[in-house]
């Protein structure tokens, strides 16, 4: 049965078997030629020439697959991800839709009930009623007010609101009054923090390939700190709209550090592991303790509190940490590669030799730069199609878990339960990534994903109680999501060398925030049919299920170091002999 689905697969996606000798002299273009210049030969006297995964990695080989240093390393970034998850969703319990009404005038005595009915119309909360006497304004409670003059009354927009606080307080609606006119600030809110996301993690990116992963790490990790008190005790809405975008910057730039140092250490073998089993199951656990603290802590600014303070014990864990050997082997640290390699050995238990730096450092000392994400062929059409795969699981994803549809369910619960179906993505890729790749698992959980969110279209509205179907829908949408995200994490590392691998996980990251941007607008289209915002997010998601078909498989596959070898390994391992 497992070679007849194996056939199947590779007859339907066009995946060619691995190659183990190459016949063909395949020429690369030279980096830095763009699309013209010299080219070297892959295998100047035409002879087999075996992949690279075959080359030993020297880095594996002295620390091991896995091992006590690299099990504590991968347990300490997925118990970071709760704080993170919590600074990604938090905005659904910080600007709740609340219920509100026009203040009532000081030295008025009447109950909220009868203050609402005699003040406003009853589906109208942003004016009150007013009558007109000459050039003075009489309120109802001068007892001009009788049930005939309600009809003739004018009405006046409201100054001031007071807000339900049975559930929520201190949100930001009802801190500054974000309603009525001022209604789609809480929108732009998320949009400027989901900015601050992109623009964090690709400034992260940059920066862990240039000074190293450590250091960058626990800069992000400070910044994250600060920004959140900062979010806590602003007293105006532009400076918490500032820090919030601080806080984005800070959360998403730490999480795409952790996961390349992470699997720079660790053999192939466990890379879907600890990226999904891990890392992701840290995010779910994030997920869904979030509902069960905002209703414990219903003021917003105790909620910021928490969250921001809850990074700090991972600065002393990450503090105790060593920089990713590999990375220092890619830059040329062979001395202090050397020593950090011999304390993860003691630390391992492992008293094998470390083996030769020093021609490695001869021949992977590289730098890179974003621009190098678009130089060659081979890296540049990975770089595209794995940005749009981002962009759209961005959209799908934040826009199902902040936008779903509630039907006047209780919020608490339909945020646990979107987060509950994601307990079994973080247990069954890992299985299905070992065993049947990355390429096709991303494809055929995009494609998925996409024709079940597209199929609430086809639901009728107002014919099952709460909606179910469309709901179970949407969570089953949602489940797929993030099946995605590890799978997306651990395919984007494992796709790029060593000297641009942060930069592309900063840039593919940086895309999915763009579309999680646009999530908002989308889902503000609601107000035509509920429907219409999660169709179009499984269209997005299904063409880009479908485009994903270009990328080669990395599975059981040595990462490449240089840009050199990143270009070999791809042209060798391109499943579109096409293009």
């Not at 936008?403 to 890729?429: R, S």
């Not at 990143?566 to 042209?571: L, M, P």
Request: aromatic fraction near 12%.
């Amino acid at each position: 049965l497992d070679s007849l689905l194996q056939e199947i697969f590779q007859i339907l996606f066009r995946i060619r078997p691995r190659p183990e000798v190459c016949m063909v002299v395949q020429r690369v273009p030279v980096l830095g030629g763009g699309g013209g210049g010299d080219s070297f030969p892959l295998d100047e006297q035409k002879r087999p020439t075996p992949d690279p995964e075959e080359k030993k990695d020297v880095i594996i080989e002295a620390v091991g697959d896995i091992g006590r240093y690299q099990l504590m390393v991968g347990l300490i970034f997925a118990l970071m991800e709760v704080p993170h998850g919590w600074c990604m969703l938090l905005h659904k319990f910080i600007s709740p839709k609340v219920d509100f009404w026009c203040s009532m005038p000081a030295g008025l005595n009447y109950s909220v009930s009868e203050w609402r009915n005699l003040s406003s119309p009853a589906d109208d909360s942003c004016n009150m009623y007013s009558w007109h006497s000459g050039n003075s304004t009489l309120d109802i409670a001068d007892n001009y007010w009788s049930p005939g003059s309600l009809e003739n009354a004018s009405l006046s927009a409201c100054t001031s609101w007071d807000f339900d606080e049975t559930s929520f307080q201190n949100t930001i609606i009802q801190k500054w009054d974000l309603v009525c006119g001022r209604r789609l600030l809480p929108s732009m809110a998320s949009t400027v923090f989901f900015a601050g996301t992109g623009v964090g993690v690709f400034i992260a990116g940059v920066l862990a390939d240039k000074f190293g992963r450590r250091n960058v790490l626990l800069l992000f990790i400070g910044l994250f700190f600060l920004s959140g008190l900062l979010c806590s005790f602003s007293p105006y809405f532009e400076l918490w709209v500032i820090a919030r975008f601080m806080w984005g910057a800070a959360t998403l730039g730490i999480r795409s550090i952790k996961i390349v140092m992470s699997l720079e250490m660790i053999g192939s073998n466990w890379r879907a592991i600890i990226c999904v089993a891990f890392i992701e199951g840290g995010w779910t656990l994030g997920y869904l303790t979030l509902p069960l603290v905002s209703w414990l802590i219903t003021n917003a600014f105790y909620l910021q509190l928490l969250v921001s303070v809850s990074v700090v014990p991972a600065f002393a864990f990450v503090y105790m940490l060593h920089e990713s050997p590999r990375w220092l082997l890619a830059t040329g640290n062979t001395q202090e590669c050397r020593e950090t390699l011999r304390k993860i050995q003691s630390y391992n238990k492992r008293g094998n030799e470390i083996p030769d730096l020093e021609g490695k450092d001869k021949e992977k000392k590289a730098e890179g730069n974003f621009l190098d994400l678009f130089m060659t062929p081979m890296i540049r059409r990975n770089t595209i199609v794995i940005s749009l795969a981002w962009f759209a699981l961005g959209m799908l994803y934040f826009g199902l878990s902040l936008h779903m549809p509630e039907f006047n369910a209780n919020i608490y619960l339909i945020f646990f339960l979107a987060g509950l179906v994601e307990v079994p993505a973080d247990v069954i890729p890992f299985i299905l990534l070992n065993r049947f790749g990355r390429r096709l698992n991303l494809v055929i959980h995009y494609v998925l994903g996409g024709l079940l969110c597209m199929a609430t279209a086809a639901v009728p509205l107002g014919v099952y109680a709460y909606e179910w179907p469309i709901v179970v829908l949407a969570m089953c949408g949602k489940y797929i999501s993030q099946v995605c995200w590890g799978i997306v994490y651990l395919y984007t590392t494992e796709l790029f060398p060593t000297v641009v691998r942060s930069v592309a996980l900063s840039f593919a990251c940086s895309m999915a925030r763009l579309g999680s941007m646009l999530a908002p607008f989308i889902a503000s289209l609601a107000y035509i049919d509920p429907i219409l915002p999660i169709f179009i997010f499984g269209s997005i998601t299904f063409l880009a299920g479908l485009q994903a078909v270009f990328l080669p498989e990395t599975n059981k596959k040595k990462l490449p170091d240089t840009l050199e070898e990143g270009e070999r390994f791809f042209v060798i391992n391109n499943p579109m002999k096409c293009c």
